[in-house]
């Protein structure tokens, strides 16, 4: 873990300021860790480079449960349900970083058994999930309680999976598409 | 959890015993030569087996959990509830009694939907009989009129809109155990 740590230090010197976030998903790091002295240090060095606040305890629990996920095999449900591949867990990650920086937690993730991992929300019977497909592809859906769910394709950038995650967090507020 | 455990296990046992007398399936489950039924009722349920994952906390299937296309059930006509929960023989399919069981009715199944590049598609399910499970049906899609069972061939948007329509219309018959 401390290796993990100093190797992501090393690379944040060297200039690549995400190296840290993205290494966070490849090492699962305790919530005590995070951030790392050697991050927060660097983080408030004259490198102008800012960091996430502490990861919060949904954020370091999710990032588990993509990783147990990945370790389901085929037909884990019985009737013949792909299990997720390194695809679909790295997009997952990716949209799971993106709803950390908006703070805006999940309200559960698991296998999709048409190949893949759903990252889904809900409140009052309204339902909206990010399905990372084993194909590559980013789907985003929402679906009120009494009315057409809207799917679309999310375009895999920052801003593409930001603009996403406001659309599911405004149709939650306001219940309605 | 514990009561509830031995309650279905005590259920599904005097089940096996009384119904199937000792066999693997009960007898009115074996196809013995029986053609394909493709008359459904509206009213007519189709269940399947679920884990404690595929629900949420309030008793809603969860989209992730339903397959498309070619999701397998058991008719109503044809099967109980149990029936799905019955071990075929495959891996781990003993741990199918401490499942649960999930119903939509024909009529649930949504209506026909056309993709942005005009193909039109159209769900409906078709009796499947196995050997071993004559109940057995398919939650089916046709494109343009051709029954379509490659996934990949199929529209996402279009897969995942027919996934969200239909887990809205599914409810809880049995309460899984794990």
């Known amino acids: 873990m401390e290796a993990a740590c100093a190797f992501a230090a090393r690379e944040l010197q060297a200039g690549d300021v995400r190296a840290y976030s993205t290494l966070a998903f490849v090492h699962p790091i305790p919530n005590s860790l995070w951030p790392h002295p050697v991050a927060r240090e660097l983080s408030t060095s004259s490198m102008d480079v800012t960091f996430p606040a502490a990861r919060s305890e949904w954020f370091v629990e999710s990032v588990r449960r993509i990783a147990q996920l990945g370790k389901l095999i085929a037909n884990w449900d019985s009737y013949g349900a792909e299990a997720p591949n390194s695809y679909a867990q790295r997009l997952s990650r990716t949209v799971l970083n993106c709803l950390s920086r908006l703070d805006f937690k999940p309200k559960s993730i698991d296998a999709s058994v048409e190949g893949g991992i759903c990252i889904a929300f809900g409140k009052n019977g309204h339902y909206a999930d990010f399905e990372c497909c084993n194909s590559g592809n980013l789907l985003a859906a929402i679906s009120p309680r009494d009315g057409e769910p809207q799917v679309w394709t999310v375009e895999q950038t920052d801003d593409g999976v930001r603009n996403a995650a406001n659309q599911i967090r405004a149709f939650l507020a306001r219940g309605i598409t | ?178």
């Open chain 2, 1 to 178: 959890m514990g009561e509830k455990k031995w309650q279905r296990l005590t259920l599904y046992w005097l089940y096996r015993v009384l119904v199937c007398f000792g066999r693997m399936h009960p007898r009115r489950m074996m196809r013995n030569g029986r053609a394909a039924d493709q008359n459904f009722l509206p009213d007519e349920q189709l269940f399947l087996r679920c884990r404690q994952e595929d629900v949420d906390e309030d008793g809603v299937i969860k989209p992730s959990s339903v397959h498309f296309p070619d999701q397998s059930t058991n008719r109503e006509k044809y099967s109980s509830q149990f029936d799905v929960l019955l071990p075929d023989g495959s891996p781990n399919s003993e741990r199918w009694i401490y499942w649960g069981v999930i119903v939509c009715t024909v009529a649930d199944i949504p209506p026909a939907e056309k993709s942005a590049g005009k193909v039109s598609y159209a769900f409906g399910v078709v009796h499947d009989p196995l050997d071993h499970n004559y109940g057995h049906a398919e939650l089916s899609v046709t494109k343009n009129g051709v029954r379509e069972r490659n996934k990949n061939r199929i529209n996402d948007q279009v897969k995942k809109t027919y996934r969200l329509i239909l887990a809205k219309k599914l409810s809880l018959k049995l309460v899984p155990l794990i």
